[in-house]
């Protein structure tokens, strides 16, 4: 069974998704899995899986076309309608120090860059991805797009979960899409008040919040804020709505307490719940306080213990990211348009996809050195995919030969590509909460 859905996975992306150039966008994703050890983009054309010559690999993402709308709609199509679905939203950064033709480029941050500095030039990507399992570093990409110039990653994301809440629309279960610190705001709480999916984000631990206003004495102004719940200060905290404690196996003693009816001190009509979540009580100096913001409609509330163990589950999107940077090399080609890059971003959200879909018929040969694993990494995955190629095949045609290349047109000009500017952006609001 599970064979037999990787092979129609294959066809259907074949035959819906490639639109012109198919046949060597399709073996691109296949030299991919291979898991061969390059230098350089076009050496993928080395391997046996791929037939067409090297100059095929840049041009199946220079006139390759693909249906994009379509490609994320069948991907969330494959999340099943659990009672509890739990999606990552998390972004990061294609770097191209040296790119001047490429459109979008921006200055973002990149703790995992080796340069000195954290501010790099680069593409910036938004991913919103499917964790199927805990405990596991799969994060399977359901949305993954580029954030364009005039935008952030937070109205980016914004865009993002609307549009799976739009998706999954008849799903009998929950959403609930997490986030880093990075989406523990107003701004991106405030944007899916109405979405149909629940929100759980991580906050900063020095934040103040307010509870509703009071009612209106008559006199004066009407409050806006009500009393503040400083992080920082127990003295401010009032009696929590829902408090738990309990031993957790890998957690320890732990105590969550929730409060509802909270906002930012720069938006008023945010409403969002806190949650403070304090693991290892045993120990003599346990670790500091995690701060949750959570948003739900009212007959989507969850309890406080499910809250809690679905934030860990945002985890495995960021060794997703390391992974496709590292083993499907997803920033080693040095294109010089930035639609190229898209093309080639989502043929390796396709190579991730097959590689899950495959796990499950894939034998860990493991290397001397590596330990042998009954559950199978994304990594260990790629290691031995090459071993089901004779099984699944190919959609692909053979290679037909068109003779040589007439070369360039004597008396044509040539012109170099236009050059873009880095978009910067603007200074950050210096109001605290």
Not at 410 to 428: A, E, H, L, N, Q
Request: a positive charge.
């Amino acid at each position: 069974m599970e064979l037999n859905k990787l092979i129609k996975f294959r066809q259907d992306i074949y035959d819906n998704v490639l639109i012109k150039a198919r046949d060597a966008q399709f073996e691109l994703v296949d030299a991919v899995l291979s898991d061969c050890r390059i230098n350089s983009f076009p050496e993928l054309s080395l391997t046996p899986v791929h037939q067409r010559q090297w100059h095929s690999s840049y041009a199946a993402l220079e006139n390759g076309q693909q249906d994009e709308a379509w490609l994320h709609a069948y991907f969330c199509e494959q999340v099943p309608d659990l009672d509890v679905t739990v999606f990552a939203l998390d972004s990061t950064v294609w770097c191209h120090p040296r790119a001047r033709t490429l459109e979008d480029l921006r200055y973002e941050y990149s703790p995992t860059h080796s340069i000195k500095t954290s501010i790099v030039q680069g593409h910036a990507y938004s991913m919103l991805a499917w964790v199927p399992e805990a405990g596991r570093s799969w994060a399977l990409p359901v949305h993954n797009v580029r954030v364009p110039a005039p935008m952030d990653t937070i109205a980016t994301g914004i865009q993002q979960v609307q549009w799976l809440s739009e998706q999954r629309a008849s799903c009998t279960g929950l959403d609930v899409v997490v986030g880093d610190g990075r989406y523990g705001n107003h701004r991106f709480l405030g944007g899916l008040q109405d979405a149909n999916c629940a929100v759980l984000v991580r906050l900063r631990r020095d934040r103040i919040l307010y509870g509703s206003a009071p009612a209106y004495a008559g006199r004066g102004r009407p409050a806006i804020h009500g009393s503040a719940l400083a992080f920082k200060d127990p003295t401010t905290w009032p009696e929590p709505a829902e408090k738990v404690e309990f031993e957790d196996a890998h957690w320890g003693q732990v105590r969550l307490r929730r409060w509802d009816d909270l906002h930012a001190k720069q938006d008023a009509q945010t409403i969002f719940s806190v949650l403070c979540c304090e693991v290892h009580l045993e120990r003599e100096q346990p670790p500091q306080a995690l701060w949750l913001g959570y948003h739900a409609a009212s007959d989507q509330d969850l309890d406080l213990a499910t809250l809690w163990r679905c934030f860990p589950l945002r985890w495995p999107i960021e060794p997703s990211f390391k992974f496709r940077k590292q083993r499907l090399h997803w920033t080693l080609p040095q294109l010089q348009q930035t639609e190229r890059c898209d093309r080639w971003t989502r043929l390796l959200d396709i190579a991730y996809w097959m590689l899950y879909l495959g796990r499950k018929r894939v034998q860990d040969y493991h290397l001397p050195w590596q330990k042998p694993l009954e559950i199978l990494t994304p990594g260990r995955v790629l290691q031995n995919f090459k071993w089901l190629f004779p099984q699944i095949g190919t959609p692909t045609h053979l290679v037909k030969k068109r003779g040589k290349s007439p070369g360039w047109q004597t008396g044509r000009k040539r012109s170099p590509p236009p050059r873009f500017k880095t978009v910067k952006r603007g200074k950050k609001s210096t109001l605290k909460s």
